[in-house]
């Protein structure tokens, strides 16, 4: 993989986030996250017939042959994939293990589609450590280490790629302590950061170093004061400070973000550090600003796209109903339309 890149000089400064317009932020994000832990509210939701339209919008389906129909019709538009089996939280090892063999059949169907030789994989898996056995008690880190180990070991021999997860605040030491375990024997193994919680930069300059790969995202997870940025400002800004450290380190930098103001701001970052496409990508939900995607794909970015699949849909919906108002929106015209 190559991390830097020559590239052509441009000569404007990164661009100011407020310089450009954002997509705004939605005032009921910390109400709707706290309705994800709630399971009276999750048995509604679930139960909506309007929900599925929604689901649909943003979840590839309930089965791997519906995630394998989605990659592919990705990937013959110039488009990467990221895919994640969805479910988290795990308490029991039979589901654990029921978990990361699913993804072992993931990764032998990916084969043929991750391009042999390739320095960066066109196909990858995210898995969540949570899912893998994480939060199993006093033995959870042991257990979620070895389960990733084996989802590591399938994809090594399949030339496809894994990148972890980020889940919430409390998971992080865990989360970071496994990934480089892991990187011991697999050093391709991709990271995530959240650029709102107040640790993030420091991390970015530890985990910057040769052949590092880093999804820096801004988060998505009910976070308090103590631990993480509140306003979407202060996000912003810490995700462009972040952005910098990532493009100025060793490693390759994964942009996850639909800001328009992020977007317009890595080429700039990018010239300034000497990276041409190759040495960067920009990732970005399935079903959130496919235009733009193609738009990044058609002009030679790499462009991955996270392809979430599974039956345990309903906390990342409601992430991605957190996330911004329109989301929320064309959930509510759902609920009301009977068409």
């Not at 910098?244 to 639909?258: D, F, I, K, N, T």
């Amino acid at each position: 993989m190559r991390s830097v890149v020559s590239a052509k000089p441009v000569p404007s400064p990164p661009v100011p986030s407020r310089a450009l317009p954002r997509l705004a932020s939605n005032p009921l994000r910390p109400v709707i996250l706290a309705a994800a832990k709630s399971s009276r509210v999750r048995a509604l939701i679930t139960g909506a017939p309007p929900t599925r339209r929604l689901v649909d919008r943003f979840v590839a389906g309930d089965t791997r042959a519906d995630a394998l129909a989605a990659t592919k019709a990705l990937l013959d538009t110039g488009r990467s994939v990221s895919i994640d089996h969805l479910g988290e939280d795990t308490t029991d090892r039979a589901q654990a293990r029921a978990i990361v063999a699913e993804y072992e059949a993931l990764i032998a169907d990916l084969a043929p589609s991750a391009g042999s030789g390739a320095p960066v994989p066109a196909v990858e898996v995210s898995v969540k450590l949570t899912a893998l056995g994480l939060a199993l008690g006093a033995e959870g880190p042991a257990v979620a280490l070895g389960h990733a180990r084996q989802i590591c070991a399938a994809a090594a021999e399949a030339g496809v790629w894994v990148t972890v997860d980020a889940e919430d605040h409390t998971t992080t030491d865990a989360t970071l302590s496994i990934v480089r375990r892991l990187r011991e024997d697999y050093p391709w193994v991709g990271a995530v950061l959240q650029a709102y919680l107040h640790r993030t930069e420091a991390d970015c300059r530890e985990l910057s170093a040769p052949a590092s790969r880093v999804r820096l995202c801004k988060g998505a997870y009910r976070e308090p004061a103590s631990v993480a940025y509140q306003d979407a400002a202060d996000v912003d800004a810490s995700y462009l400070r972040c952005l910098r450290v990532l493009m100025a380190g060793q490693g390759y930098p994964m942009v996850a973000s639909h800001d328009p103001a992020i977007v317009a701001a890595v080429d700039p970052l990018a010239a300034e550090h000497a990276r041409g496409p190759d040495g960067f990508e920009h990732q970005m939900l399935y079903g959130i600003r496919d235009l733009e995607q193609r738009r990044l794909a058609d002009a030679g970015y790499r462009m991955r796209v996270y392809v979430p699949y599974g039956a345990q849909w309903y906390g990342y919906l409601m992430r991605r109903l957190a996330e911004r108002p329109s989301n929320l929106r064309f959930f509510l015209r759902s609920v009301v339309s009977r068409d």
